[in-house]
């Protein structure tokens, strides 16, 4: 009976602690890492939500521009932190492909991180040269199959979204496209412009002024549904690949054993910023949709897209130091 009533005050002790913490966070402003340079779109859409995420929070929450290692640095950063909810990291698709690139992180990506929100849901677009001769993926499928290995595609750099989300069509296709790496989406967007490569899978900001012109064609955009940033292009699974889907996500996470009702609080200061009209309008013209989704199914997405991009990467052998 005492030990019963031991448990259940420990219990009780340990709920109130809870609750003084959910009552009292945060009382100092909150630093949100970016663990990419300053001006990318990563940072672009931090920025976005943090305004709201300050008011709704009642202090200030600071972007902190932790670039390099291909986002390891920043992302150690928060994983060392304290887990009380004032250190986080904001996270894209390539938080989940990097423990298929990296033998030896310096940390776990799904031990050591708990999901806070996904705030933002981006669309990769398929874009080709018109000198490649198709407008959509069906048609691309059938020319790759007619000339294996002689149809190139760009991508942003090895290992990244833009060039995992080509081998995934690739695999999925059952066809084989030659890749060629660029440092940078721009400079592959101006090979693709010059028809030195034939095809691009381009974000929709570095795309979209290119297809208005008309001097780059839309195969379809990437993700499951069609994106509101280009309402009138198919996805790739309407057009020639069905099953197809590929999310160049945002979102945050916070360090392991951060307590869920300071977690609680941190997601509905997202909800309020990914609620605001004008937010949801300036995420869009990133090519960026807003999301809402609980920190369980934000979670569930990093884990399935871990195991994921873990089978797309393994046959490729990609090594990164």
Known sequence: MKRNHRCWAAALLGALALQAVAETFPSRPVRMVVPYPAGGANDIVSRLVSPTMSRELGQNVIVDNRGGGNTLIGSEIVARAAPNGYTLLVVAAGHAINPALYPKLPFDTQRDFVPV????????????????????????????????????????????????AAELFNSMAGIKMLHVPYKGGNPAMADLLAGRVQVFFSTVAVARPHLQSGKIRGLGVTTAKRTPALPALPTISESGLPGYA????????????????????????????????????????????????????????????????????????????
């Open 117 to 164: 929100a996904q705030f933002g849901d981006g669309a990769y677009v398929f874009v080709a040269h018109p000198g490649a001769g198709v407008s959509n993926s069906s048609e691309l499928i059938a020319l790759a199959k007619a000339k294996p290995g002689l149809v190139s595609y760009a991508s942003s750099s090895t290992g990244n979204l833009t060039h995992l």
């Open 246 to 321: 590929v999310s160049g996500w945002y979102g945050l996470v916070a360090p392991r054993g951060t307590p869920k009702p300071v977690i609680d609080r941190l997601h509905v200061a997202v909800l309020a910023a990914v609620r605001q009209p004008e937010t949801r309008e300036r995420l869009l013209g990133a090519g960026v949709e807003a999301t809402e989704v609980s920190p369980a199914e934000f979670g569930r997405l990093i884990d399935g897209d871990i195991a994921k991009w873990a089978k797309v990467a393994k046959p490729l052998n990609i090594v990164m130091d």
